[in-house]
């Protein structure tokens, strides 16, 4: 059965620095899986080398045994792999229902006359599209459900935002996420919450998931892998506790001695 998502020898340089040298990952079906490293590690060049962003130098990426390497990052949503940012990108002024429309945008079947003209096959299809955006939005209860379902987007509170992009995310039909610092600017209540929500993700709808992020108690709670990167090199992979007591790990985040004082 092939991985739901490979990478084999990526490299990626940008002028004189190389931000990814010969990375090798492969990410089984369910799987959720951390990338963690200090800043500068290369951990959002890999997702945006996976999502068409970049192409790499040299290597391939596969998502389910299929190369991707040179589509666009549309084409690649197509192909089941769907990610989030660490800067929100929501459509602020659209309802939260109107967000997840516009998500399935790629899957839509009806041409520019049938939705101009509101033809039978148009209406059908938009009728489709509010039950798979109600169906979506209730995996995160009434976070974005009831009478927020009409609110823009701009009126939500920070973490119902980040909730709702990683529902906009799942609303492409997609099998692979990619969630970038996941739980960045929240408390620790929300925190606590927003791993949860990765957890049922896997546990509930079988995502395959590759989550960046630097607060440890989230990696710790939702990994079954960790890859830790330095320099765009992987240096430790395995366990949270195998990774995170990796003298190489404990050096890349707290530099060169602190693992002799451990």
């Not at 990410?27 to 192409?55: D, Q, W």
């Not at 089941?80 to 602020?92: D, H, M, P, S």
């Amino acid at each position: 059965m092939n991985a739901a998502l490979e990478l084999t020898g990526v490299t990626k340089t940008f002028g004189g620095l190389t931000s990814l040298n010969d990375l090798n990952i492969e990410v089984p079906k369910g799987e959720i899986l951390s990338i963690i490293g200090p800043n500068g590690a290369g951990k959002t060049t890999l997702f945006n080398i996976i999502t068409g962003v970049y192409i790499p130098d040299q290597g391939d990426v596969k998502v389910a045994g299929k190369s991707i390497v040179g589509l666009r990052p549309d084409q690649v949503a197509g192909n089941g792999v769907a990610r989030t940012f660490q800067n929100i990108r929501l459509f602020l002024n659209l309802t939260v229902e109107e967000n997840l429309m516009a998500a399935m945008y790629g899957r839509t079947r009806s041409s520019l006359f049938d939705s101009v003209l509101q033809t039978p096959r148009a209406r059908r299809e938009d009728k489709e599209k509010r039950e798979l955006a109600l169906e979506v939005l209730s995996f995160f209860g009434t976070r974005l459900t009831g009478y927020r379902l009409q609110q823009p987007a701009y009126s939500l509170s920070y973490a119902n935002r980040r909730r709702l992009e990683i529902a906009r995310a799942m609303a492409t039909g997609a099998h692979t996420l990619l969630l970038d610092e996941p739980a960045a600017g929240m408390n620790p209540a929300e925190t606590q919450e927003i791993a949860q929500v990765i957890s049922r993700l896997g546990s509930e709808r079988d995502y395959t998931i590759v989550v960046i992020e630097h607060d440890m108690h989230v990696v710790e709670g939702i990994s079954d892998r960790v890859i830790a990167l330095d320099h765009g090199v992987e240096i430790a992979q395995g366990s949270f506790d195998h990774v995170a007591t990796d003298p190489n790990v404990i050096e890349a985040y707290l530099g060169r001695g602190s693992a002799a004082t451990k």
